[in-house]
């Protein structure tokens, strides 16, 4: 059973690390009622929880929760030592502090930018971080500290996500003028140019030069001609000169 409990945890974190970036340490936001659940189990949140998650873990409470702690007295005087165990994370109540649940949901307003989880055992929170997205919620069940599946807001942002759905549309307008700038856009009426196709050689320069006949290649041409000319006159003189001869 342990076995199969961490690998749907060590699943759920590979959801969390590639689609919303959470990195070690991992900061995990405690509020009240999860300290009080865990002392009444017996749990060891420090050394059970990082080999539950698979890595570092930041534990870390705010001073709203300390306050909502020491304002219920001796109920919850074991709950409170806990939770001053942990770093203190600034709000934005220090003047006037809320509740543990309205300041937890505070810290992971405008898209959880420092990639809190939330270990609660309230109902009521635990419903309002499932309406927003990329925030882990841990929470306590027989004993047993459990890591809540990614929530359907968490999944239908991942989804939006791959479907490029999410850049507002002045980012979008923004990308348009980027694009006209470096030239990337068509612009209207302007004709595509047509992209040179690499060719073979031309099939014209592949034929075979013709050897020229040179004025020294046709010398010698003539200069025969010329003494074979000569040689029948002089072949013909010659037997012109033989019958007078002979008539003598």
Do not use: W
């Amino acid at each position: 059973m342990k076995v199969t409990r961490q690998k749907h945890a060590k699943k759920i974190m590979g959801f969390y690390k590639h689609k919303f970036h959470f990195r070690e340490p991992l900061q995990v936001l405690l509020d009240g009622t999860f300290c009080q659940a865990a002392l009444r189990n017996k749990i060891q949140i420090r050394e059970q929880l990082p080999g539950y998650l698979g890595g570092a873990v930041q534990f870390c409470t705010t001073r709203c929760v300390l306050k909502e702690l020491e304002s219920l007295g001796k109920a919850l005087y074991g709950a409170k030592l806990i939770a001053q165990r942990f770093e203190v994370r600034n709000c934005s109540h220090r003047k006037d502090p809320v509740s543990g649940l309205a300041c937890l949901l505070s810290m992971v307003e405008e898209g959880n930018p420092h990639h809190f989880f939330i270990a609660t055992q309230d109902q009521d929170l635990a419903n309002k971080v499932k309406k927003k997205a990329g925030i882990p919620l841990l929470f306590i069940i027989q004993n047993t500290m459990v890591l809540d599946k990614p929530s359907p807001k968490s999944l239908a942002f991942v989804q939006k996500l791959q479907m490029n759905q999410l850049v507002p549309e002045h980012q979008k307008q923004s990308i348009v003028e980027l694009k006209e700038k470096e030239g990337l856009v068509k612009q209207k009426g302007e004709k595509r140019r047509k992209r040179k196709r690499a060719g073979g050689p031309n099939p014209l320069s592949c034929l075979k030069k013709k050897k020229k006949k040179t004025q020294e290649g046709q010398e010698p041409s003539a200069e025969k001609k010329k003494r074979r000319k000569r040689k029948r006159i002089r072949v013909k003189a010659e037997a012109v000169q033989s019958v007078q001869n002979e008539e003598k």
